[in-house]
């Protein structure tokens, strides 16, 4: 076996991590970036919301490290390293790309999605809040921020739906993904994360937007079922 997967899993996190220091600040495509602008959207979260990318780069940062130091030839730990590595070369330079271009932002966040998504089904059973609690955030907040960004474009562009409709399709498509994610991987941190994302579209919309609240709300609440059901369940040991 070779240290090889966990090097560039280290090298690739850093570069992901530190790449909000070196681009300009991204709050949403402006509005000369679409046909339709897109200001604050109903698909959108709330502005707090965001806040959980301090979280996603920290536990990263520190799985990266454990993996490193403690896993760097664990076989087990390499599945889910080579999806994430994809994940995280394409997340570099996404900002950079987001201010640019909003259709290839989305194209990237797909990319990145898949792959973390992968990277959370790969992972092992074992070293469980060093491995695949961290990727499952990560998974979680990708799922959402992707249909946050097709549902801006579909908007900007007029396909289809309008704002409200977009938001309906893309906070349904979650919801089903995030079920059907959660039902593979049984991590609970995947739908947490989710659920984080919707509630913040909840309170983004309780008074502009009430119909997309409630469509988030009935969202949250699936995911939240299938999320206890994904709960871990330990056995007592038998008595000897």
Same mark, same amino acid.
């Given at each position: 076996?070779?240290?090889?997967?966990?090097?560039?899993?280290?090298?690739?996190?850093?570069?992901?991590?530190?790449?909000?220091?070196?681009?300009?600040?991204?709050?949403?495509?402006?509005?000369?970036?679409?046909?339709?602008?897109?200001?604050?959207?109903?698909?959108?979260?709330?502005?707090?919301?965001?806040?959980?990318?301090?979280?996603?780069?920290?536990?990263?940062?520190?799985?990266?490290?454990?993996?490193?130091?403690?896993?760097?030839?664990?076989?087990?730990?390499?599945?889910?390293?080579?999806? =994430?590595? #994809?994940?995280? @070369?394409?997340?570099?330079?996404? /900002? %950079?790309?987001?201010?640019?271009?909003?259709?290839? *932002?989305? !194209?990237?966040?797909?990319?990145?999605?898949?792959?973390?998504?992968?990277?959370?089904?790969?992972?092992?059973?074992?070293?469980?809040?060093?491995?695949?609690?961290?990727?499952?955030?990560?998974?979680?907040?990708?799922?959402?921020?992707?249909?946050?960004?097709?549902?801006?474009?579909?908007?900007?562009?007029?396909?289809?739906?309008?704002?409200?409709?977009?938001?309906?399709?893309?906070?349904?498509?979650?919801?089903?993904?995030?079920?059907?994610?959660?039902?593979?991987?049984?991590?609970?941190?995947?739908? =947490?994360? #989710?659920?984080? @994302?919707?509630?913040?579209?909840? /309170? %983004?919309?309780?008074?502009?937007?009430?119909?997309? *609240?409630? !469509?988030?709300?009935?969202?949250?609440?699936?995911?939240?079922?299938?999320?206890?059901?994904?709960?871990?369940?330990?056995?007592?040991?038998?008595?000897?």
């Amino acid at each position: 076996m070779t240290k090889f997967p966990a090097i560039l899993t280290a090298l690739f996190t850093a570069t992901f991590v530190l790449s909000p220091l070196v681009t300009d600040p991204f709050t949403g495509f402006r509005a000369d970036q679409l046909p339709v602008p897109q200001i604050n959207p109903p698909v959108q979260p709330a502005g707090y919301a965001f806040a959980i990318w301090g979280l996603i780069y920290g536990w990263l940062v520190v799985s990266a490290l454990y993996g490193l130091i403690k896993r760097s030839e664990n076989l087990a730990w390499d599945h889910a390293r080579w999806p =994430l590595i #994809v994940s995280l @070369a394409v997340g570099t330079p996404w /900002l %950079a790309v987001a201010i640019v271009s909003a259709i290839w *932002a989305t !194209v990237l966040i797909f990319v990145m999605a898949v792959g973390a998504i992968l990277a959370l089904l790969m992972t092992p059973s074992h070293d469980r809040w060093w491995c695949r609690v961290p990727i499952a955030i990560y998974a979680g907040w990708l799922t959402a921020a992707f249909f946050v960004s097709l549902g801006s474009i579909g908007a900007g562009y007029s396909i289809i739906f309008n704002q409200i409709g977009w938001a309906y399709v893309g906070i349904a498509i979650v919801a089903l993904i995030a079920v059907i994610i959660l039902r593979r991987a049984q991590e609970p941190a995947y739908g =947490l994360t #989710v659920i984080w @994302a919707l509630v913040g579209i909840i /309170l %983004a919309n309780l008074t502009t937007a009430p119909g997309v *609240a409630f !469509v988030a709300g009935i969202g949250t609440l699936a995911i939240a079922i299938e999320t206890y059901k994904s709960r871990p369940i330990t056995t007592p040991p038998v008595p000897s």
